[in-house]
């Protein structure tokens, strides 16, 4: 009889982790379960409890009561057979200028989806040319507004908010430190990160595992939207920069990928081009707020002259 894991969670994450197990442990039956598929267990709290009963492996993300009842991960560790906890994988030190805008229960949009740059934000705030904009980019700004500092305290609250759901993820976050940047975005992370977590769920669980590597065999789902690792934070990181951004449209097709991805001025101009239908967008943002009202912060956030 073929072993039964079910992975649970609310995030993208989720059925890119099922895929890796789908791939490292092809004799298996794998039920991926967020709030989009929830349905395939009638949306019934029970049966998706019943699921996990029965599952070999419940693999569980962590995540707030609502989107599946009173299904809770509390609830899971109780019922599940053998359960592995992993962590969903945030991390921001890469792309820090990385901003949601909430707006009456939904997000503003931007040439990037729902990313925004702060400092693109700001920029617009303040009244700045696209080219001024372009200006802020530099090692001085990074620098004043934390930019340059965020490995240590996005690494340690990464791995304790790791620890506290059950999960140690030190051994494998030093073997991505080691491949370089290993995020697309701030909460994308790349697929041989999901992939490591798959292995190492499966090892856990004494189920046998393919050698052969995810990222070898399968397209990245999470690599429709990349944001670029600014040069100078890169360069404070040891890791490759740019100023290439890959909107996200056209799906996973090559070509279309190819032709779509922009340049920082081009960033620039779309998101003023958005920003003038909303003059107020600041307002909704926390961190541009603070700078805005930051006199040492406004001194520095300005445009080179020339």
């Known amino acids: 009889m073929a072993r039964r894991i079910v992975v649970v969670g609310n995030n993208c994450q989720v059925a890119v982790l099922a895929g890796c197990l789908g791939f490292l ?39 707030e009561a609502g989107p599946f009842g009173e299904v809770t991960p509390a609830r ?14 945030v991390f921001p030190a890469f792309h820090p200028d ?28 303040r009244g700045f040319s696209a080219d001024e904009i372009v200006s802020l980019f530099r090692a001085e ?16 609250a990464l791995l304790a908010m790791s620890h506290a759901h059950g999960c140690n993820l030190d051994r494998l976050f030093a073997g991505w430190m080691r ?25 856990r669980a004494e189920i046998p595992a393919r050698t052969a590597a995810c990222e070898d065999y399968l397209p990245d789902p999470l690599s429709g939207s990349i944001w670029p690792v600014y040069p100078e934070i890169a360069a404070r990181l040891g890791v490759a920069g740019s100023t290439t951004f890959k909107p996200p449209l ?21 998101s003023l081009a958005i920003y003038a239908h909303t003059p107020k967008i600041a307002t909704h943002c926390e961190r541009v707020q603070n700078w805005l009202a930051n006199r040492e912060i406004r001194d520095t956030l300005v445009p080179i002259a020339g």
């Open 179 to 203: 491949r370089g940047c290993f995020m697309h975005t701030i909460n994308h992370p790349k697929l041989f990160v999901l992939a490591d977590l798959a292995r190492d769920a499966l090892h």
């Open 25 to 63: 442990a092809p004799d298996a039956e794998i039920a991926s379960v967020e709030p989009a598929t929830f349905a395939q267990f009638d949306s019934s709290p029970a049966r998706l409890l019943e699921a996990v009963r029965d599952a070999d492996l419940t693999v569980c993300f962590p995540f």
């Open 76 to 89: 899971i560790f109780e019922t599940a057979r053998l359960v592995v906890p992993v962590p969903a994988i």
């Open 98 to 125: 990385i901003v949601y805008i909430a707006h009456k229960g939904g997000l503003f949009g931007s040439p990037m989806g729902d990313y925004h740059s702060a400092l693109i934000v700001y920029g617009f705030a």
């Open 141 to 156: 700004v990074f620098s004043r507004v934390g930019y340059l500092d965020g490995w240590f305290p996005n690494r340690d």
């Open 250 to 270: 056209g799906g996973l097709n090559f070509l279309v990928d190819a032709a779509r991805c922009i340049e920082l001025r081009a960033m620039v101009e779309g």
